[in-house]
């Protein structure tokens, strides 16, 4: 076993120093090591209490914009790389802030993660994009992601049924991204939750494969849907001979588990090309499409099956 240390400092040059503002300094740094990765130490500087501030500020909104409807889903395509027609979609929460305009998950997420907002916000999610996905054909999937906090919940495969049964939902059209982070932590216990929401016909990816230590490993212990490459992989196609070789790799070992294997973060037509070529079977990226409104998507969807009948 494996044991880190994160450490955060605080200095005074005064000997009547507070030893509540020293404690609640030195705390702020530790925080700021965290997040500079872990395994590190850093000493408290005068912004860090203020950086502190305006993140308290934003946990306190982000609570008002989950009960206030502040929150909403977009959807980015999921493209079958043979024929160029939408297999599925990933749903994606954005937050409408009434200043700061659009913000980005990146912003708010660790936020929600560190609060435990993560699990309510998760749940809202996985309703939202049910609802959403009943609406739509049944040929059409929806993907949601789920952080290791949520799959930690003990009621997470209760939710996530819950919110097939109030939309109509069948199981199998309900996918659900986990990076490898979830399968590090508590391994047994997430295993378990996956196992029975795959026997209950939900399907099950792994999120940016490729980018962890041991995401072969976690192949052998856990039969997944899907297998999603990492971007990283597709950006350096025409300066790596490396990255050509890792995406064909990974094809070749999803085709002999019966695993789908999608490529993300396709942004240009050689890309697109070039992971045709060695054999991957989806693809999710700009070039088809960003992450679009439920309105924006019901018009692709509409073309596309108009598109169908005329070929027809």
Not at 279 to 301: C, H, N, W, Y
């Amino acid at each position: 076993m494996e044991i880190g240390m994160s450490a955060g400092i605080s200095l005074s040059d005064e000997a009547g120093a507070e030893i509540d503002w020293l404690l609640q300094s030195a705390d702020m740094a530790l925080y700021e090591a965290k997040g500079a990765g872990r395994g590190t130490h850093c000493v408290f500087e005068p912004q860090m209490d203020e950086h502190a501030r305006a993140r308290r500020a934003l946990e306190h909104e982000l609570r008002d914009a989950l009960t206030g409807g502040a929150l909403e889903l977009h959807y980015q395509p999921l493209v079958d790389l043979g024929t160029r027609r939408i297999k599925g979609l990933e749903a994606l929460v954005r937050w409408r802030h009434p200043e700061r305009g659009l913000i980005s998950p990146g912003m708010f997420i660790p936020i929600a993660e560190e609060t435990g907002l993560i699990v309510p916000l998760g749940e809202w999610v996985l309703r939202q994009a049910c609802e959403a996905a009943a609406r739509w054909p049944a040929w059409v999937s929806i993907a949601v992601n789920v952080s290791a906090l949520q799959l930690r919940y003990r009621g997470f495969a209760a939710s996530v049924l819950a919110a097939l049964a109030a939309s109509g939902l069948a199981a199998a059209r309900l996918e659900l991204e986990i990076t490898e982070s979830v399968l590090l932590e508590d391994t047994e216990v997430n295993l378990e939750t996956l196992h029975t929401l795959r026997r209950l016909g939900v399907r099950i990816s792994m999120d940016d494969f490729g980018t962890g230590y041991s995401s072969i490993s976690y192949l052998r212990r856990f039969p997944f849907d899907k297998i999603k490459i990492d971007r990283s992989f597709v950006r350096d196609l025409g300066a790596s001979a490396e990255s050509s070789a890792i995406i064909r790799a990974v094809v070749g070992l999803g085709a002999s588990l019966g695993i789908t294997t999608l490529v993300e973060g396709v942004e240009t037509e050689a890309q697109l090309e070039a992971v045709r070529a060695e054999g991957a079977q989806e693809m999710q990226g700009f070039l088809f499409s960003p992450p679009r409104t439920m309105a924006e998507i019901d018009v692709l969807l509409a073309a596309q099956e108009a598109g169908a009948g005329q070929a027809a």
